[in-house]
């Protein structure tokens, strides 16, 4: 299958270059990826994007996202792409399906992933009480008491959802303050679910077939102790999803890709939005912007592309008879 323009990854970028391109009658091709919808399509309630005041969930908006991307004529599958070659022009792409795609324009916006803990017991217990998505499974909780580790935006917002359901909320962050925005920080403290302990560390995930604690480690003290919980949600940033790309496009020290400003790659025709290029903002809103500035970009260079083949095309020697 060809297209002017493959997306790879479907999370706010993806979808926001899918909405441009279509309508600009590019037919866009989606690989959906791992995580369709995107990291966002796993965050509880988003209250910071622009035209939804009272907040809309992350699912539906991602839902959103891709039901007016398919209006204008996208197309999606249901794959992960696994090698691309571009020795070649059209761009082949190969997916795991054992399918080729070829692509004249490549939009890369596979987004992050959750950064791990790399402690004994988190991945034994991973989908057992070790979780790193509370909208997806905060209501197992029921009544029960867990682990939230990390003082970001994303602890205490997911942390605050789960409160809906457990009966404790203990959340274990590195340092004596929070990093999040003042707004969840107040919540927070507001919380009477809410306990914090500071300075810490979780140095172990216990349990045979299920959580049953965690053991902490004091960092000031390095005295180490064990809580009972049933959960643990590990929120403690993200890293970009890029190891398909590591011999193709240059990649900055953290593994983002690294684009000109103007979300181009070192390589023409590739061009990068969201999550996997930006380590700063990391926002839905930035992340959809940067979509629609890479679908912009890629319009432009098709167009460019087919100006000088016709250039090309007509200034050929015609032919003696
Ligand atoms: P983040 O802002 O990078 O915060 C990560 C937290 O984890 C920090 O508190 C950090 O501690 C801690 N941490 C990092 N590595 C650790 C380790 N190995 N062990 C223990 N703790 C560790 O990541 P995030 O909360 O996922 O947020 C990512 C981006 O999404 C941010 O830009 C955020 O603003 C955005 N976001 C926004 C909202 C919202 O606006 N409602 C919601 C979610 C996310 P230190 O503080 O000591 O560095």
């Not at 790193?132 to 990390?150: E, I, L, M, N, S």
């Not at 909320?169 to 925005?181: F, G, Q, T």
Request: include cysteine; hydrophobic fraction near 40%.
């Amino acid at each position: 299958m060809h297209s002017k323009v493959v997306i790879i990854g479907s999370g706010p970028a993806g979808l926001t270059a899918a909405l441009y391109a279509a309508r600009a009658n590019l037919e866009p091709l989606v690989v959906r990826g791992l995580q369709p919808g995107g990291l966002i399509a796993t965050t509880s309630e988003v209250e910071n994007y622009p035209g939804f005041v009272e907040g809309i969930g992350g699912f539906d908006l991602a839902d959103n996202m891709e039901k007016q991307a398919a209006r204008f004529g996208t197309q999606f599958k249901d794959t992960l792409v696994t090698k691309i070659d571009d020795s070649v022009r059209p761009f082949v792409l190969h997916t795991d399906d054992g399918d080729q795609l070829t692509a004249d324009t490549l939009i890369i916006s596979t987004g992050a992933s959750p950064r791990k803990l790399h402690v004994p017991g988190e991945e034994e217990l991973a989908n057992r009480g070790v979780s790193y998505c509370a909208t997806c499974d905060g209501f197992f909780f029921r009544g029960k008491k867990v682990v939230v580790v990390g003082g970001g935006n994303s602890a205490l917002d997911e942390g605050l959802f789960l409160t809906r359901y457990v009966d404790e909320l203990i959340i274990v962050h590195r340092r004596d303050s929070l990093r999040a925005d003042p707004v969840l920080q107040e919540r927070a403290f507001g919380n009477e679910k809410v306990r914090f302990v500071w300075d810490s560390t979780v140095d172990a995930i216990l349990g045979d077939d299920k959580v049953i604690g965690v053991r902490l480690r004091n960092l000031k003290t390095n005295e180490t102790s064990e809580i009972e919980v049933d959960g643990v949600f590990p929120y403690i940033g993200h890293l970009p999803n890029t190891s398909l790309f590591t011999d193709l496009l240059t990649l900055d020290e953290g593994g983002y890709i690294v684009t000109d400003g103007r979300q181009r790659t070192n390589i023409p025709g590739i061009f990068a939005a969201g999550d996997v290029v930006d380590h700063i903002y990391r926002q839905a809103i930035t992340a959809a912007g940067e979509g629609c500035r890479a679908a912009m970009e890629a319009t432009w260079y098709l167009a460019e592309q087919e100006h000088a083949a016709k250039k090309a095309a007509q200034a050929e020697p015609v032919m003696a008879q």
